[in-house]
């Protein structure tokens, strides 16, 4: 029961503009935001002891909607992906500081031998995602301030998804040839 509520959650989690932008259409006004803060607080608990490094975004999101849903302002939903992209940005960069990065730590989960050549370029890409991190949240802080909700929901819940899985697939499949170049 508990693997089923994880999917559950992850999907909505990633399915979140899409949500947002049926929920605001077609309930009425504050059911979207209580249903997420409900699918968030069950996130939580799903996933608490797991991954403790998404405890704050996920509970900032739980304070997001249920204000949202308190206070009946739907526009406070459009905030999630700047607390989410924010939330990265700050695990991505602490990793920098305190090391070993994030891509690095990432790196090792499929290939623990990495030569120690290896942790200057992963710490470089490391910095290229918190650039990403950067764009991302500042593209959504704009389209949740200044754009229409179709416009949030097309970037938010398409284009930065794109712009993530061109950077993990490139950056992977780049990793490939850098291994064997410098083994």
């Not at 070993?100 to 790196?107: D, G």
């Not at 890409?125 to 593209?139: D, E, H, P, Q, R």
């Not at 398409?158 to 170049?181: Q, T």
Request: hydrophobic share 50%; charged share 10%.
């Amino acid at each position: 029961m508990r693997l089923i509520l994880q999917i559950i959650t992850t999907l909505v989690i990633i399915a979140y503009p899409l949500a947002v932008y049926f929920g605001l259409q077609y309930l009425p006004p504050g059911t979207i935001a209580l249903l997420l803060c409900l699918l968030l607080l069950m996130r939580f608990m799903v996933t608490k002891q797991q991954v403790k490094s998404m405890t704050l975004p996920i509970l900032i999101g739980i304070g997001l909607t249920a204000a949202s849903f308190i206070a009946q302002r739907n526009d406070w939903l459009l905030y999630y992906p700047v607390v989410i992209n924010l939330s990265m940005l700050g695990l991505f960069g602490y990793s920098l500081i305190n090391g070993p990065s994030m891509i690095e730590r990432l790196a090792r989960l499929k290939e623990p031998d990495l030569p120690d050549s290896a942790i200057p370029y992963l710490q470089t890409i490391t910095k290229l995602w918190c650039g990403l991190f950067i764009v991302n949240g500042a593209v959504a802080t704009y389209t949740a301030i200044a754009t229409s909700i179709e416009i949030w929901t097309l970037y938010n819940g398409l284009i930065a998804y794109l712009f993530m899985g061109m950077l993990l697939s490139g950056e992977w499949i780049y990793r490939r040839f850098w291994l064997k170049k410098h083994e």
